[in-house]
């Protein structure tokens, strides 16, 4: 299987090796020529590799910005939680706060010094799962009512925390497919209903 290591055009190389190294826990491999004029450096952890170098000796103007509409994802080792916490204490930047994501990632993230975001994720914990749309439920308020023996989670479900229609869960998750796949809307639909043939609570209709 092949690697792919991201090169970061940032502003002081000094400064985001600290970052990275002291803040995030990255160990500083190569730096050239020397740690104290680095020209390159590259960071590793957990088996994932990002190098970095001067924005100045590759094009990008002082008026440039080097982080715009660069995501990174690092599936991390460890306990996601602890991480978390631990950057947290250094006064690291969290661009979004930690969460359980409807496609059974636990994740955060981060932005470096140069507005590069970094999102760390895991494959989230064993939990029960949503039987209308597959969203993990770890506390109350994910859950339908915020009864946490509900089988149906907070979305799919009404304020008295009974199962909402088919059409009404089809419509919630065919814009959700829209906001996060950024599909148009007559592709998001039918990938919504094939999604939800799969779910039990929706297994036996026919659409």
Not at 15 to 34: C, H, N, Q, V, W
Request: charged share 25%.
């Amino acid at each position: 299987m092949g690697d792919i290591s991201p090169l970061l055009a940032v502003r002081n190389m000094k400064k985001s090796i600290e970052f990275y190294t002291g803040k995030l826990g990255f160990r500083l491999g190569m730096a050239f020529p020397d740690v104290a004029n680095p020209e390159y450096a590259d960071l590793s952890k957990d088996g994932m590799t990002l190098m970095v170098v001067p924005a100045a000796n590759h094009g990008i103007s002082p008026e440039e910005k080097c982080g715009i509409g660069i995501y990174l994802y690092l599936q991390i080792d460890g306990d996601i939680d602890e991480y978390y916490a631990d950057l947290k204490k250094k006064g690291v930047k969290i661009a979004m706060g930690i969460r359980d994501e409807p496609f059974g990632v636990r994740d955060f993230t981060v932005k470096d010094p140069d507005g590069y975001q970094l999102t760390f994720n895991q494959q989230a914990r064993a939990v029960k799962k949503c039987l209308s749309c597959g969203m993990p439920m770890t506390r109350p308020e994910d859950c339908g009512g915020g009864d946490m023996t509900n089988l149906n989670c907070v979305h799919c479900c009404d304020a008295g925390g009974h199962l909402k229609s088919y059409d009404e869960v089809l419509k919630g998750m065919t814009s959700f497919m829209i906001m996060s796949q950024k599909m148009e809307r007559g592709a998001a639909e039918q990938a919504a209903r094939a999604y939800l043939a799969k779910m039990p609570a929706w297994s036996g209709r026919r659409n």
